[in-house]
């Protein structure tokens, strides 16, 4: 027996007043009723029944249930003109529930195929079922379609694909997919198309197919390969410049590598010139010197002490004791004068006694001559002996810096500091003096810095100025003991 608590089965519409009984009969079995469609049921009587039965046909309202009288002759000729079921009125209770359960079963697989119809019609892809022909018998955009062939949709060229597709999926009862042009329709459409088998009792009576339209998927994808075209051609072209650039750069680098070589042993021809210049003078400073002492001075002395030796024996006051005192005086003068020229070229402690001697005596000497304080102060550690080319060298530099410091600079103290540190001699000059301009300290016409400053280099040293204007000058020469020795990173004195 059906359950009276039940959901709904279906909402039925009556017709007609002599189709009552059976409205109960469908009202107890758990239907429901309405008075107007839409409904999942009409039920109508015998009388009328053919033109009811039209009706809801061609209005696609719900399918007819009829209520008749008439005999079972008269219920096939209903049947076949569309009723889904013939209930009589002398049906028992047994067989009207049987026939009310086939009728719900009906009604229920009417709902589901309603609802995948209204599904597959609001689907934004085109959706329809062919036959083993390959008739259309279903399609979700419009009716003209049906009857029609799926060839008639498709160029020529892709018949053979098609074809092969269809048997495919009749015959094996394969799923194929592949995309196809629309032959009826400017400018060309394109669809991917997706085809199933539709089975009846495991075998395929139908095949359902369903098109998406790619048309600007596929316009989107030749635009993107027309772009992709342009810009691969784009970084040809770009490669091809930037390979011609990269060749100018490394010929440039190769010609810059060329110029540096070429400068670097213009640099080391410099540095031995600069060294076998300043060796030649030094060289010629000492036998300038020599000469000097041995030869001019030698006879100014003897000149000197014959003058002498007439005034001692003219005695008294004449005048030619007067001129002889008179000439002794300027010999001796002269004398001095020759003396500090040895010195200035080549003075003789340098080599006796050392660098650490011969820069005290000079400052001494500068005192004496322009008033100026000159000072050295030499570590309490005892200078090692230097190789002659570095005393000279330092030697040099001091004796420029003391005198840059009394000529240019009208300083009134000047402060010259000699230390070992690290294997290397450190020579500090500082002045209390008027400073040195920014402009002055790299111009080539300082040749007194300039020649300090290639001194330092040519020993392998380090050489640092400090000017500050109006508050004096420091200058710094860092040598190393030994040529072959490589000076650290040193601050300054």
């Keep these: 027996m059906l359950r009276k608590s039940a959901p709904p089965r279906a909402l039925v519409r009556i017709s007609r007043p002599d189709a009552e009984v059976w409205l109960e009969r469908l009202r107890s079995a758990g239907f429901c009723t309405v008075d107007e469609l839409p409904a999942d049921l009409l039920l109508v009587a015998d009388e009328g029944a053919d033109a009811a039965i039209a009706e809801t046909s061609r209005s696609k309202h719900a399918p007819a249930v009829v209520v008749a009288d008439a005999s079972a002759e008269r219920v096939e000729p209903l049947l076949r003109a569309g009723a889904w079921a013939v209930l009589e009125h002398g049906t028992s209770e ?25 599904l597959v019609n609001a689907a934004p892809d085109v959706v329809f079922a062919a036959d083993r022909e390959h008739r259309i018998l279903y399609i979700n955009t419009s009716d003209e379609y049906i009857g029609r062939s799926v060839f008639d949709f498709v160029p020529p060229h892709h018949h053979t694909v098609l074809a092969h597709s269809l048997e495919r999926v009749f015959e094996h009862g394969e799923e194929a997919s592949h995309i196809v042009a629309q032959a009826d329709i400017e400018p060309t459409v394109w669809w991917s198309t997706r ?18 339209d790619i048309t600007e998927a596929m316009r989107v994808e030749r635009e993107l390969k027309a772009t992709k075209t342009e810009l ?61 002492h041995d030869a001019i001075g030698q006879v100014l002395v003897a000149l000197k002490m014959d003058a002498d030796w007439i005034d001692d024996k003219l005695g008294g006051d004449s005048e030619l004791t007067t001129v002889a005192r008179d000439l002794s005086g300027k010999l001796g003068h002269t004398i001095d004068a020759v003396r500090n020229v040895i010195r200035d070229l080549r003075p003789p402690m340098l080599d006796e006694l050392g660098v650490s001697s011969a820069l005290e005596a000079y400052a001494n000497q500068l005192s004496r001559r322009t008033d100026v304080d000159c000072e050295l102060s030499v570590s309490a550690e005892e200078l090692p002996p230097l190789e002659p080319e570095t005393a000279t060298g330092v030697f040099r530099i001091g004796q420029e810096a003391l005198n840059n410091a009394v000529r240019h600079a009208q300083a009134a103290r000047v402060h010259l500091t000699l230390l070992t540190r690290d294997n290397t001699i450190v020579l500090t000059v500082e002045d209390n003096g008027s400073g040195i301009p920014d402009d002055a300290l790299e111009a080539r016409s300082s040749v007194g810095l300039m020649g300090m400053r290639e001194r330092a280099s040519l020993l392998r040293g380090r050489f640092t100025i400090t000017a500050r204007q109006g508050r004096g000058t420091t200058i710094c020469a860092q040598i190393p003991l030994r040529p072959g020795i490589t000076l650290p990173a040193l601050a300054q004195a």
Aim: charged share 40%.
């Design 232 to 292: 691969e051609q784009r970084v040809v072209e770009r490669t091809d410049e930037l390979m011609q650039i990269n060749a100018a750069l490394r010929a440039e680098i190769v010609e810059r590598k060329r110029l540096e070589e070429e400068l670097r042993a213009v640099a080391s021809l410099k540095k031995i010139f600069a060294n076998t210049v300043i060796e030649a003078q030094e060289q010629e400073r000492k036998r300038v010197a020599r000469e000097l």
């Design 94 to 118: 047994l067989r009207c529930e049987r026939r009310l359960e086939r009728l719900a079963r009906c009604v229920r697989q009417s709902r589901e195929v309603e609802f995948l119809r209204r």
């Design 195 to 212: 085809l199933a088998p539709i089975t009846e009792h495991d075998e395929v009576t139908m095949v359902a197919v369903v098109a998406r």
